[in-house]
């Protein structure tokens, strides 16, 4: 495996291009494309997106991650930053996206996030965005202590596949919330839930789990999801 740095141009964007890191796997299996964004509070450097990036790529996902424009200050400047508003949020991955169809045409292309990553992901592919699938590393359905405020009013609108990957002790998702949105959802969706995980998904001690084993586990569902969802023609296999 090995990865290469990526600049993201962007029409306004004055301190730079936005840059990301894609990660190649040694063997192309044909496997989709994954395009990985972060969460609100952390970069693509942060240990949970580096390291899940590089477990996909040893599955043979070829994985572009990449800082949105706030992040990217915080990294070159070294100050906390509230993320962007959506607008902005969505044009640079809009650029990320195409980065990444440029890189690799053809080719079956899975936008995936943790947290408003994936939030951002769904809201760009019920607009139109191009895309095969989506992967949802917790999906924010609502703010905390506020299941009232659900965000899944755009669910109606997303047609391609769908794993989510939940929880059991999410703050910003309760399950039943979720099982009950995803009836409303337009395409095929799978749901997994994560036992004793928080939305970060670290877990409590006396769960008797590692972050390492639960981190394993969700790889291991997108690998056989994808592998179920989008099956890889005979020719292409080795």
């Given at each position: 495996?090995?990865?290469?740095?990526?600049?993201?141009?962007?029409?306004?964007?004055?301190?730079?291009?936005i840059r990301g890191w894609l990660h190649l796997?040694?063997?192309?299996?044909?496997?989709?494309?994954?395009l990985l964004a972060h969460g609100a509070g952390?970069?693509?450097?942060?240990?949970?997106?580096?390291?899940?990036?590089?477990?996909?790529?040893?599955?043979?996902?070829?994985?572009?991650?990449?800082?949105?424009?706030?992040?990217?200050?915080?990294?070159?400047?070294?100050?906390?930053?509230?993320?962007?508003?959506?607008?902005?949020?969505?044009?640079?991955?809009?650029?990320?996206?195409?980065?990444?169809?440029?890189?690799?045409?053809?080719?079956?292309?899975?936008?995936?996030?943790?947290?408003?990553?994936?939030?951002?992901?769904?809201?760009?592919?019920?607009?139109?965005?191009?895309?095969?699938?989506?992967?949802?590393?917790?999906?924010?359905?609502?703010?905390?202590?506020?299941?009232?405020?659900?965000?899944?009013?755009?669910?109606?609108?997303?047609?391609?596949?769908?794993?989510?990957?939940?929880?059991?002790?999410?703050?910003?998702?309760?399950?039943?919330?979720?099982r009950d949105a995803l009836t409303h959802y337009?395409?095929?969706?799978?749901?997994?839930?994560?036992?004793?995980?928080?939305?970060?998904?670290?877990?409590?001690?006396?769960?008797?789990?590692?972050?390492?084993?639960?981190?394993?586990?969700?790889?291991?569902?997108?690998?056989?999801?994808?592998?179920?969802?989008?099956?890889?023609?005979?020719?292409?296999?080795?």
């Open positions: 495996m090995t990865h290469e740095p990526v600049e993201i141009p962007l029409d306004h964007n004055p301190p730079g291009p796997p040694d063997k192309d299996a044909g496997r989709a494309v994954i952390v970069g693509m450097e942060s240990p949970f997106i580096a390291e899940t990036a590089a477990d996909l790529c040893v599955e043979g996902f070829p994985v572009l991650r990449f800082n949105y424009a706030y992040a990217q200050r915080m990294l070159d400047e070294g100050k906390r930053r509230p993320p962007d508003r959506r607008p902005l949020l969505e044009a640079v991955h809009r650029r990320a996206a195409a980065t990444l169809r440029a890189r690799f045409p053809g080719r079956r292309l899975l936008l995936a996030g943790k947290s408003m990553g994936g939030r951002m992901s769904s809201y760009l592919v019920a607009a139109g965005e191009p895309a095969d699938g989506l992967v949802f590393f917790g999906y924010p359905l609502h703010p905390p202590k506020r299941p009232d405020r659900l965000r899944s009013e755009h669910f109606g609108d997303l047609e391609v596949p769908a794993l989510f990957l939940q929880g059991t002790r999410d703050a910003l998702c309760e399950l039943d919330l979720l337009a395409g095929p969706a799978h749901l997994h839930v994560v036992e004793a995980a928080d939305h970060g998904f670290a877990v409590l001690k006396r769960s008797g789990r590692t972050c390492a084993e639960v981190r394993s586990e969700m790889i291991s569902q997108v690998v056989c999801w994808e592998a179920e969802t989008f099956p890889i023609p005979a020719e292409r296999k080795d």
